[in-house]
């Protein structure tokens, strides 16, 4: 069976390939596309989801391409990122063979496909013979369609019989998936992207939205309410100039300012009585936020309470739609979750949660996190499901066609857990795909030291160049976006498709058809018999779904969600009369009720607008939601005599992207930001210093040092520093602390010294 997938044809994008779908886990390529110009896909980067259009030669290959305009996402825009999407499958470091690492000379030399997947069979089974199913681990991404990430997870532990696995969607999004859990019973992001334009006061938390979601941003633009913006960031970024209102928060101050914004508003009895009664703990947390005046937060937010009390009064005046919005200064936090949760619990009490124009709306950062969340089998068992609940794994199993014992119990180590076991030597392998760690990791140097405790590093990658794949003792070359077909996800709840464009180069596979190949030279390809596209894995995972909040079992397929403009989950088949929605005996996290949902349909009678909770009935056992609080920590490093400043990172440019893997590909793009590493400091930091702009300085941290040109910038505070995150030795600097409920790296604030150099 090996070498009959391998030996299947691989021919580029032409007719005979739309005749045979499903070749080499490119998907099906429906025939109604043969004669056309012109295709559609959703961009491969951030979670906004904006879908392109695909302009084709006459061999199926994409030539250029332009927003699509009648897309409810975009509306016709695109950001620099999604107008160059195609450059990064052109690239001359594109992976095109599999290549093994000589132990002996640190050099890679070419394998064929035979070889490699013998190699990672027997490697990594001697290492469970000998050591168990603890001994190994994957770590993969939210940049590959759901099916993969089902394919990766399921095969993992249920065909393989690993344990171990977590996803780079633990460095962005994990604080909002634990708090929408914990608060609301499931990971529900309740809002649709036409919240924007329907706000009169918008508060945006730890979210430079104009640079990292600048199509999210334009939404906002189209607001006819004349809404209040308000940014809520220690730095005077391009949004918070944009803003009607920017509050300079003291770094870290945020969930304090929200304790002492509920203090206010509950004092003043601006809460919305009726709303309240769909919540529980709100009595328990009046009284906690009591001692949360203006006056005591002063020192820890920076600042002064007529300051709050005026924001008080913003985000709960009666009558006025407010929504909340975070990314990922608030995630990635050492007490993020819990911040995150106070924005959820200002909008509960005030009754912003369920209308049009309101929520506490986590905002994505990549473009299939949301995919990742519910189908990457990680921290969630595949579908939505609980790994410890006996009857999920029943019903996931049975759904599979496998012995439930197959499905394992016990969660997996999260992220930074799994790479602590590794450096203390109970992991003896990792297994990454499409992501790059050993650049994006906090405190990134312990990764090359932990490099040489693991016995198998395999890297499955586009490039075979990435930081990451470069030290690799095995490196698999993998298809990348507009080479294969799938579903994202996006930050609105909306599955749409992405579609095979181009032909990967050399060798190259997309990762479905690795997974495949896998599987059979395992020993457990039978269990994924039916997964002969990812087509027909979308089906197999939409009927998991059933009865879950997020259940998606009225989805016929790809050409629905094409015809559709997407779907937002939840979109369970309505008449059936086994669903939830007809069967009151279903406890409430089971059950996809029907009346909670807002629904806005398209000209054309398909749902294009789908928010959650407009009812008041959550996925909690009590059907309310939960208030939830704790005090605020003190910070994991704050600066002091010997590393005086205080570092933040972010995104830097609209045209960067992560480590820049992808966007280094795109000639356009590199002409957009500075190729070489800078950082911001206030103008009266650099004279005490003697540091002039554009001059080199050295940035030092207790874990790391590195160089960068220095560019004074008022839009910092004095006493604060800022670097974009998207260069390799950032990770060097920033402090290996994380969430408690989340185990979410805390990558926003780190002391450092800077110098001259």
């Not at 030539?63 to 897309?71: D, G, T, V």
């Not at 780079?168 to 036409?194: E, H, I, L, W």
């Not at 709100?282 to 906690?288: G, I, L, R």
């Amino acid at each position: 069976m090996l070498q009959k997938i391998l030996k299947q044809k691989s021919g580029p994008l032409t007719k005979d390939l739309v005749q045979e779908p499903g070749q080499f886990g490119l998907g099906k390529v429906p025939s109604r596309l043969a004669p056309a110009s012109t295709v559609t896909s959703i961009c491969g980067y951030c979670a906004t989801g904006c879908q392109l259009k695909l302009h084709l030669n006459e061999a199926g290959e994409a030539i250029n391409l332009s927003p699509q305009a009648n897309y409810p996402v975009n509306l016709g825009m695109a950001c620099p990122k999604g107008w160059q999407a195609l450059d990064p499958l052109a690239a001359p470091d594109r992976g095109t063979t599999p290549l093994l690492r000589d132990p002996a000379t640190g050099e890679r030399r070419p394998i064929d496909w035979a070889t490699a997947v013998d190699l990672f069979t027997s490697k990594l089974q001697g290492i469970q013979d000998k050591h168990g199913r603890d001994s190994a681990a994957f770590l993969s991404t939210g940049q590959i369609p759901f099916e993969e990430m089902a394919f990766l997870g399921l095969l993992w532990k249920s065909g393989m019989g690993f344990l171990h696995g977590d996803a780079n969607t633990r460095q962005c999004m994990a604080t909002a998936v634990t708090a929408y859990k914990q608060s609301f019973g499931f990971d529900a992001p309740p809002y649709t992207y036409a919240d924007f334009e329907e706000s009169d006061v918008i508060v945006l938390s730890g979210s430079n939205l104009c640079i990292a979601h600048p199509i999210l941003w334009q939404r906002i633009m189209r607001n006819r309410r004349m809404p209040e913006i308000i940014v809520i960031d220690p730095r005077s970024t391009e949004t918070a100039q944009a803003a009607t209102v920017h509050v300079p928060l003291k770094p870290k101050g945020d969930l304090a300012l929200y304790y002492a914004l509920a203090h206010c508003i509950i004092r003043d009895g601006r809460i919305d009585p009726e709303a309240i009664t769909h919540t529980e703990g709100y009595d328990e947390f009046a009284a906690f936020v009591r001692d949360y005046t203006p006056e005591s937060v002063a020192e820890r937010t920076g600042l002064e309470p007529a300051t709050v009390e005026k924001l008080a009064r913003l985000v709960s005046e009666p009558g006025k739609r407010v929504s909340w919005w975070w990314t990922m200064g608030i995630n990635q936090s050492y007490e993020g979750v819990r911040a995150a949760q106070a924005m959820i619990n200002l909008a509960l009490i005030t009754g912003n949660i369920g209308k049009p124009g309101t929520g506490a709306n986590s905002i994505t950062g990549q473009c299939n996190a949301m995919g990742s969340r519910l189908f990457s089998n990680t921290t969630s068992l595949v579908g939505g499901h609980d790994f410890a609940n006996p009857e999920h794994r029943q019903k996931v199993a049975d759904g599979l066609g496998i012995p439930a014992e197959r499905i394992p119990s016990e969660a997996s180590l999260a992220y930074d857990e799994i790479l602590h076991a590794a450096e203390q030597g109970k992991i003896k392998a990792l297994w990454i795909v499409a992501t790059n760690p050993f650049h994006s990791w906090i405190d990134s140097g312990r990764l090359a030291a932990l490099r040489d405790k693991l016995e198998f590093l395999v890297v499955q990658d586009m490039y075979h160049s990435t930081e990451s794949a470069a030290v690799a003792d095995l490196y698999l070359p993998a298809a990348g976006w507009g080479e294969k077909s799938g579903c994202l996800i996006n930050s609105e709840r909306r599955i749409a498709t992405i579609k095979p464009v181009r032909k990967a180069p050399g060798q190259t596979l997309t990762d479905f058809r690795i997974f495949r190949l896998l599987a059979e030279a395992w020993g457990c390809g039978e269990m994924f018999a039916d997964w002969t596209d990812p087509e027909s894995a979308f089906r197999i995972l939409r009927d998991l779904t059933k009865d879950r909040p997020c259940d998606i079992t009225a989805i016929k397929g790809y050409e629905q969600l094409d015809q559709a403009g997407g779907i937002q989950w939840p979109f369970p088949r309505s008449g059936d009369s086994q669903s939830p929605l007809s069967s009151p005996e279903s406890s409430p996290i089971d059950k996809v009720a029907n009346h909670s949902l807002f629904t806005r349909h398209s000209a054309l009678g398909t749902p294009s607008e789908r928010r959650l909770f407009a009812d008041g009935h959550y996925y909690t056992p009590s059907g309310r939601a939960r208030i939830l609080y704790s005090a605020p920590d003190e910070l994991p490093e704050a600066p002091d005599a010997k590393f005086p400043f205080m570092l933040l990172t972010g995104r830097g440019t609209s045209s960067q992207w992560h480590t820049q893997t992808r966007t280094s590909k795109s000639d356009i793009l590199q002409k957009l930001y500075p190729a070489e590493a800078y950082i911001e400091i206030h103008p009266r930091d650099a004279k005490r210093l003697g540091v002039l702009n554009n001059q080199t300085v050295t940035i030092r941290s207790r874990r790391g040092e590195m160089k960068a040109s220095a560019y004074l910038a008022p839009t910092v505070q004095p006493g604060q520093l800022f670097l974009p995150m998207h260069y390799p030795e950032v990770n060097k600097l920033t402090h290996p602390s994380f969430d408690p409920h989340s185990r979410q790296p805390n990558y926003k604030a780190s002391a450092v010294t800077i110098s001259p150099s």
